[in-house]
């Protein structure tokens, strides 16, 4: 059975401390690892897709990183509006059904 | 700016009453899922359509639960009898392709079942 592990719960920066959430996963013939954004009261937003390991994406202050175990998201410089649950999820195997995270609950603070 | 349009956004019903909850995917979309959210359990996968033939309810309930695509603007998902246990947010998501890809959420139905 697919599995996506994300850690920490719940982090807590100030503004412009970096940091990185993981995302582990065991799942049989990954197809794509996601990241998504979720605000209070609405639904996950579509940040990255990364396909094999060592592929990376950016956006803005995000950077996402894929190993053969793992994805990290690198938040560099944080600022308050970037506070929100990230949530990662893979699709793997033959279909088409996406395993989500739990999420990382990111609290950037002024 | 597209988007997948969900109705009610909050519902409270009492037990054992039939909730139904609608979703109008992005114009062009082929792919639809409906996905529920509690503290305890993350996303969870109910049901997926493809071409709005369903291809996978295997997250429902099947004796409450029922999935449906009337046509290619409208999805359902009906609970009856509706049940405490339900109470959760529930997603609608749409996207292209065979269903491994970049998924557009709805901002969901938040319901309550007292």
């Known amino acids: 059975e697919d599995q996506v592990t994300q850690s920490p719960e719940a982090l807590r920066l100030q503004e412009g401390e970096s940091s990185s959430l993981n995302c582990s996963y065991t799942?049989?013939?990954?197809?794509?690892l996601f990241w998504y954004r979720q605000d209070p009261g609405k639904g996950p937003e579509f940040l990255f897709t990364?396909?094999?390991a060592g592929e990376e994406k950016e956006k803005e202050r995000l950077k996402a990183t894929l190993t053969k175990k793992e994805s990290f998201l690198h938040i560099t410089a944080p600022k308050p509006e970037d506070s929100a649950t990230y949530l990662c999820?893979?699709?793997?195997?033959?279909?088409?059904?996406?395993?989500f995270g739990k999420g990382t609950l990111l609290t950037v603070n002024p | 700016d597209a988007r997948v349009t969900q109705t009610p956004r909050h519902k409270v019903t009492e037990m054992g009453q039939e909730v139904t909850m609608r979703c109008q995917p992005i114009?062009?979309?082929?792919?639809v899922f409906w996905y529920r959210q509690t503290m305890m359990q993350g996303l969870e996968l109910l049901a997926y359509?493809?071409?709005?033939?369903?291809?996978?309810d295997s997250g429902m309930p099947k004796d409450r639960f029922s999935a449906e695509m009337p046509d290619a603007t409208l999805a359902t998902l009906k609970i009856q009898p509706s049940e405490p246990r339900d109470s959760a947010v529930y997603f609608c998501?749409?996207?292209?392709?065979?269903?491994?890809?970049?998924?557009?959420f709805g901002s969901g139905t938040q319901l309550s079942v007292l």
């Open positions: 990364l396909y094999s």
């Open positions: 359509f493809r071409n709005r033939a369903p291809l996978d």
């Open positions: 799942v049989s013939g990954l197809r794509g």
């Open positions: 999820a893979c699709g793997g195997g033959s279909n088409y059904k996406l395993t």
């Open positions: 998501a749409s996207g292209s392709g065979t269903g491994v890809e970049k998924l557009f």
């Open positions: 114009l062009g979309h082929n792919t």
